[in-house]
Each structure stands twice: as structure tokens, then as C-alpha cells.
T-cell receptor, first 113, second 111 residues
Framework: SQTIHQWPATLVQPVGSPLSLECTVEGTSNPNLYWYRQAAGRGLQLLFY??????ISSEVPQNLSASRPQDRQFILSSKKLLLSDSGFYLC????????????FGPGTRLTVL | GQQLNQSPQSMFIQEGEDVSMNCTSS?????WLWYKQEPGEGPVLLIA?????ELTSNGRLTAQFGITRKDSFLNISASIPSDVGIYFCAGPEENNNDMRFGAGTRLTVKP
């Protein structure tokens, strides 16, 4: 069966520091991968999605970036965090073209101070 | 991206009551998905609907894909305290396949 992992689970970082969040998927190959941000009490905002290695699409302009160095690894990064980057970051995978169901990881709670 | 119109925004109900929430869109959807998110966790897929008019159950949960393909509803029967959480609808638009999410319905169940 497929599983999706995210780490760290929680992170407290000062403004201006770098960020690296990791997401890995097991039990499937060539998945579509997604990064979402969820502000407190709000819905999901799509940040990036990837249909394959080194293929990244950005949905919103911001100081975040994403990379997919391996088929089942998706990384969310920032060189300098802003206060507004605080939130709950969710990674999700889907089975590929024509498959609509997305399955979410446990999330990373990021607090920027 | 554009969100679906999900209502109600929140619900406070007594244990044992039935719950109904819905999602509407101005555009046609190919699939409707319903997720539940508990505090501090990622959303979990509850039900997926693939055809207009489809009615699907998962235990005490029932969801329907609207005939117009622009709406869906989720019902929970005989609610229990562990039903507490935020319920999201989601789906890909027919024309561009981008996944859209509702803003969520926050459910509180009082024992």
C-alpha cells in the first residue's frame, strides 16, 4: 500500500532563516506530487505541483521554491523565511494523469518568529 | 486558486443528530471528493464520486454527485463525537483539470 511521509512534523524558525521541508512517497511510482499551505482555520492553497522528476509548476509567486530530485521525493524550500510563511504545509500525491484523488501527508506545522 | 462554495462554514450539533453539508460551483466538475481533516493532521479522503447522480456511502457517510455536475452534498447520520473535524469538498474542473477545494465545514459534536 502507498504511504506518504513528511518531516519535520513541527518547525519553529526565525525570520530570514532558510527552510527545507521534505516529502516522500512509498508504494507507487511516477506520482503527481503537490505542496499546499493551509493558514489557520482556512482552506488549502496550492503552492507547487510536479508531474515528474525536475518538473515543477508554481501556482503562486512567493519566496518559496520546490524541487523533485527523485521520483518519490518532493522538497519545499526557502532561502529567507518571512513571518507570512507561517502555516501548515501539506504534501499530497496522486496516481498520475487522469487520476483525480489526492492523498495527503500528515503535514508540517511551521512557525516563523 | 478559485475555491468551491462550501456551506455551512461551521456546525454545532448534538450527538446523534444528522448532518448535511454541500458544495457548489459555477463550473462543471468531473469528480467530487470529500475529505475530513482532524486538528494537526492531513486531510483524509472519505468518498470519491465519479458520475453525475452517483450516490455513494461509507459507513454513516453518504455523498452525492449532483445531476448538473456543479454540486455535491455530504450527509453524516447519527453523529458521534469522533466525527468532529473539518470537512472539505474538492474536485477537478472539467476544462482544466485543476483541483479546487472548498473552504471547509467545521463540525463540532456535543456529547
Amino acid at each position: 500500500s502507498q504511504t506518504i511521509h513528511q518531516w519535520p512534523a513541527t518547525l519553529v524558525q526565525p525570520v530570514g532563516s532558510p527552510l527545507s521541508l521534505e516529502c516522500t512517497v512509498e508504494g507507487t511510482s511516477n506520482p503527481n506530487l503537490y505542496w499546499y499551505r493551509q493558514a489557520a482555520g482556512r482552506g488549502l492553497q496550492l503552492l507547487f505541483y510536479s508531474i515528474g522528476i525536475d518538473q515543477i509548476s508554481s501556482e503562486v509567486p512567493q519566496n518559496l521554491s520546490a524541487s523533485r530530485p527523485q521520483d518519490r521525493q518532493f522538497i519545499l524550500s526557502s532561502k529567507k523565511l518571512l513571518l507570512s510563511d507561517s502555516g501548515f504545509y501539506l504534501c499530497a500525491w496522486a496516481g498520475g494523469a487522469g487520476v483525480n484523488e489526492q492523498f495527503f501527508g500528515p503535514g508540517t506545522r511551521l512557525t516563523v518568529l | 486558486g478559485q475555491q468551491l462554495n462550501q456551506s455551512p462554514q461551521s456546525m454545532f450539533i448534538q450527538e446523534g443528530e444528522d448532518v448535511s453539508m454541500n458544495c457548489t460551483s459555477s463550473s462543471i466538475f468531473n469528480t467530487w471528493l470529500w475529505y475530513k481533516q482532524e486538528p494537526g493532521e492531513g486531510p483524509v479522503l472519505l468518498i470519491a464520486l465519479y458520475k453525475a447522480g452517483e450516490l455513494t456511502s461509507n459507513g454513516r457517510l453518504t455523498a452525492q454527485f449532483g445531476i448538473t455536475r456543479k454540486d455535491s452534498f455530504l450527509n453524516i447520520s447519527a453523529s458521534i463525537p469522533s466525527d468532529v473535524g473539518i470537512y472539505f469538498c474538492a474536485g477537478p474542473e472539467e476544462n482544466n483539470n485543476d483541483m479546487r477545494f472548498g473552504a471547509g465545514t467545521r463540525l463540532t459534536v456535543k456529547p
